[in-house]
């Protein structure tokens, strides 16, 4: 079973047990994938499978100095309803691949997961949140008062991140406390925003 099959069955499991519409819904057993011979695929060789086509990358691309200058770019960026932009600012497939999964605690019990599987759950978050994100502030609407990423911080190798970041916003002339992104992360200096999964 590839690791693509194995993320299907996940979903299709996942949604059997909400009841994604009226029909039952067989229950679905997801196994590991399995190499030649049968032999479960390991994390090493997961990572290896998931990382085919993606170029190493040793920094965060496209960042930021600070935690206050990349949320500032964010507000930039919502204005003008840039989607290449938002992207951009946000911790990218090439990024988790290299310089995030394999120190994250998804590589180790009790919340070891492939990584496929943890990055399909991530980026489904993450664009739901950007397409509230720009739905509801793009096109000048977004007043930003102030942020607030409070700690203490998670450090896995060398990322530091912090996943409690609020924002105060003008809205409809009311001061409004929300989550606008989930977090940023930081490495050696540079800053990007971890996800765009929010409150709105």
């Not at 997801?30 to 060789?45: I, K, Q």
């Not at 204005?79 to 998804?106: I, Q």
Request: charge should be positive; glycine fraction near 10%.
């Amino acid at each position: 079973m590839t690791p693509r099959r194995a993320i299907v069955l996940v979903v299709a499991a996942w949604c059997a047990g909400l009841g994604c519409n009226d029909a039952p819904k067989p229950v679905i057993a997801v196994t590991h994938p399995v190499g030649e011979g049968g032999a479960p695929y390991s994390l090493d060789s997961a990572l290896k499978v998931f990382r085919v086509g993606l170029e190493p990358v040793t920094e965060l691309q496209a960042a930021e100095s600070s935690i206050d200058r990349a949320v500032a770019r964010l507000v930039e960026i919502v204005e003008r309803s840039d989607t290449a932009g938002l992207r951009a600012l946000v911790m990218s497939r090439r990024e988790f691949a290299w310089l995030y999964y394999p120190t994250s605690p998804f590589t180790r019990e009790p919340t070891k997961q492939e990584p496929g599987l943890v990055w399909f759950l991530h980026i489904q978050n993450s664009q739901k949140g950007a397409t509230r994100l720009m739905n509801r502030y793009g096109s000048g609407r977004l007043r930003l008062l102030s942020n607030e990423c409070r700690g203490p911080a998670r450090v896995e190798g060398g990322n530091t991140i912090w996943d409690d970041c609020l924002q105060r916003i003008l809205e409809g002339g009311d001061t409004v406390v929300t989550r606008l992104f989930g977090g940023v992360i930081a490495r050696d200096g540079r800053v990007k925003i971890f996800s765009y999964s929010n409150d709105l």
